[in-house]
């Protein structure tokens, strides 16, 4: 994986070949007309609620109207497809996320290159997934979820929001690390999932803040751990699974990415817009509210964060052995 690393790192910067007068007449005019931001998936979601929050601060910002365009399908493949064969000129943007980077190695034929095709802009949040079980589970833990697991091999279900999701990932690196097996039950979201969870027909679900903790915080589901290196602001009293299991890591992130060879000037307008929303106290709340916690940065910081997720992603898809066509 180390070859997509440096690819990435590369192209960050600016992916940029324009003489520095060009470069200066863009930063002075972008953007002339309304800007797309593409999202691979269903309106209403986490990522389509996400988007549209810092669209409206773009929007206001640069004061050009930036317009959500939802093109879900293919796990947000067809999404990041039609940015990275955007002209890079600053008027087609991605919402990336974790999705985006477990793809690179998931998929066996992509249409595009998602390192190669997609320059990453300015990171925004990262947010952990919970690890939930049904109240009547015996386990209050998680060593001793892991003792049960043990003891009864295959006997527990893992459900999963689909195949490759960050759910799933976020299992399967926890049964890697724990040295346990689970037999994995994929459904078509997060929300059918929850259902079987809820009626006590899968065991366990990585699932994301927003989706679970009501169901928590009335006792329908029991929260062993979050995912993240430290614990939630939105569920302080849930340790994080590291605790328990050290190293482990699978916080999901999200940003914005444009075509390959976007001029610098335009990464870094929108790099220090969105950084100032990320500053702002109405958003840092509402990110919260959405499970996730700002991400400052530089635009070679997130190139830096990609290049990491997706070599620890690619190595627990090959060590799984999934692949989609």
């Not at 049904?134 to 006997?155: C, D, G, W």
């Not at 459900?159 to 049964?175: D, N, Y």
């Not at 100032?276 to 509402?286: C, S, W, Y």
């Not at 620890?312 to 066509?325: E, M, P, S």
Request: a positive charge; aromatic letters at 8%; zero cysteines.
């Amino acid at each position: 994986m180390k070859l997509p690393r440096r690819k990435f790192l590369y192209a960050a910067p600016g992916a940029v070949a324009l003489p520095i007068i060009s470069q200066m007449a863009v930063a002075q005019t972008y953007p002339t007309r309304p800007v797309r931001l593409i999202v691979g998936f269903e309106a209403g979601g986490a990522a389509d609620i996400l988007a549209r929050l810092m669209g409206q601060w773009l929007s206001e910002r640069l004061r050009q109207q930036f317009v959500i365009e939802n093109q879900s399908g293919a796990s947000g493949n067809i999404a990041a497809e039609a940015v990275a064969r955007a002209a890079p000129d600053g008027y087609t943007l991605l919402l990336l996320t974790s999705t985006d980077v477990i793809n690179a190695t998931l998929y066996e034929k992509p249409n595009f290159d998602f390192i190669r095709d997609i320059v990453p802009l300015a990171s925004i949040t990262r947010a952990p997934h919970m690890m939930v079980v049904h109240p009547l589970f015996p386990a209050k833990t998680v060593p001793e979820f892991i003792a049960v697991a043990k003891a009864n091999s295959r006997n527990i279900s893992m459900g999963s929001a689909g195949i490759g999701t960050p759910s799933h990932m976020s299992g399967e690196l926890f049964k890697t690390m724990a040295g346990i097996d689970m037999a994995h039950v994929p459904y078509r979201g997060a929300a059918p999932a929850l259902v079987d969870l809820l009626g006590g027909r899968v065991q366990v679900f990585f699932s994301s803040l927003p989706s679970s903790t009501a169901y928590v915080r009335t006792g329908d589901l029991r929260a062993l751990g979050v995912t993240t290196t430290t614990r939630s602001e939105t569920l302080p009293e849930v340790p994080a699974i590291g605790e328990f299991l050290p190293g482990y890591e699978a916080s999901g992130i999200t940003g914005f990415g444009a075509p390959k060879s976007t001029p610098a000037d335009i990464i870094e307008t929108l790099n220090k817009e969105v950084n100032a929303g990320l500053a702002d106290p109405k958003i840092k709340t509402r990110l919260a509210e959405l499970g996730g916690k700002a991400l400052p940065g530089s635009p070679t910081e997130f190139a830096e964060l990609i290049a990491d997720e997706t070599e620890k992603w690619g190595k627990v898809v090959k060590f799984v052995g999934i692949k989609r066509k």
